[in-house]
């Protein structure tokens, strides 16, 4: 009994055990369970609790003026319509799981847990990429009314600097203050759009605003300068041009050739349209167009220059082609007479052919002349091109004269070296006669033989001169070094005699006055005899040198002064 009483306590033990432990169990599975199906709960309200509706009828009134955009909001509404319907799965199937567990049905439980999680995570993502989609959308409002904002700053700060720069814009001011009134207006419509949601017309408007703000202040830097060109620079320098071209015409200058007046006029044209443009605060292309106008203009005084300048050269080099040609007729007249009259005289050669044809030219040069004078009347021709033929016609008149002056050349030389011999002759015979007269005159006692050798070979020279001027034809060449020969033997000749005749009249007059001294100074007799005798034997150096020396005794610092006051 006892025993029995033993295992029955003992087995009612174990049941009371095995109860106790299935009852932690089955609290600790449930406890798992609910602490799942709590954190499911968590995440599915999350999922749930999105604003997407909210969010995709935004986006479907930003898209609506967007076909594409539109049809990607449609594509995300499918997605969303979509989505719903799981979370609406996920929530039966979630309030199942937790009523099983309710329930105690643990293993039916974990069965929709695990179902739960795997549709939780499908619907976390398609509410995630969703999400994502139109959180862009909020983006690109944010980031446009921030950009909107950015640029009302830079138009204040365009806008001011426009005002306080309106005299330095001049003409161009009233036309920035009009685009700054456009500024205004495609913000206003901006502000619209974004209102309505349009958020793309709204995008078209800052865009247009942003490019017209950039063109503002470009503009602005760069329409004094403009100005200063299309109202100052570039109408003096048109002025100028037109100034000069009224000139140019009044000379008589054809410039026909070169269509100034074609010229002018677009340019004035363009100015205009570029002035029209400054006022409208535009700037595009006229900087390139003034500077073109201004090349124009520098190449049409050029131009100008260049033809007034070929004008007056045209008529300088017709003036001396005209002169030319009277100096080739001149020359061509004095050739053929001198020929006519020496060719036999001189031995010429013949020119007959060859002055002929120097006539014909005369003759052809004058009317080319006389064509160059007629195209400066008509008017009809550039003066470049009259220059350039004018300048042809003066070298070939310069390369005509060169031969005809080498005839002339020729003959002068011929006729001028018998004039010069004859000169010559007459001035060789009155040398000839005075060193004959002093002979005669001073009667020296005694002259050396080889002066009379040359007196005669002086004679020899002038008749060999004579009759070479007779001879026909003349040889002037020898004539000239038969010339040359007597002028410098005979003139030598004459400074000799000139020096015999010299020292003869010195020793007289030293010895005349040594006379003086003979009675009272024995030697001064002795040496006064000694030159006396050298003087009679043709010795004048020597005898001059003895008088003088003798002298020098009785006056050594002044014997010459002496003898000169003396004499």
Known sequence: MKTEY?????????AVIAIIVLVSINKSHKKNLKKQIDSLY???NTVKTAPLAFKLNKAQTMARRNEEMAASVASYFAKYEEAEKHINELQDILNDADDSVSEI??????EKLDNVSEKMKVCEDEVQEIDDFLNEFSRKEIQQREYS???KQKYRVVKTTINKNAQLLSIAYDGFVEKLEKCEELFSSSEEMMYASDYGAAQNDLNQIEEML?????NANAVPKLIKDAKGVLPLMLDEAKRELALTRQRGVFIDNLNIDEKLTKIELDLNEDIKKLTLAETEGIKERLAQSKDTLNAITEDLEKENKAFKMARDTAGRVEEHIQDMEKVENYVRVAYDKDSARFGLEDLKEVLKQKRENIEKYQKEYEALNADFSAGNKPASEILDAAEKLDATIDADMKSLYSYKTTIDK???GENRAM???IKLQLVISEVESKLREYSLPAIDDSYKDDLKKSREYVNTIRNQINQIPIDIEQLNILLDEAIDFIYKFYNNINNVVGMGIMVENAIVFGNKYRSTYPEIDRELSKAEFQYLNGEYTKALKTAISCMETLFPDNA???IMENS
Not at 6 to 14: G, K
Not at 214 to 218: Q, V, Y
């Open 414 to 416: 011929s006729t001028d």
């Open 6 to 14: 033993y295992l029955i306590i003992a087995s009612v033990a174990v």
């Open 423 to 425: 000169t010559q002759l």
């Open 42 to 44: 968590v995440r599915f």
């Open 560 to 562: 010459d002064q002496k």
């Open 105 to 110: 049905k643990y293993k039916d439980a974990l």
């Open 214 to 218: 950039e063109g503002i202040k470009t």
């Open 149 to 151: 904002a950015k640029l």
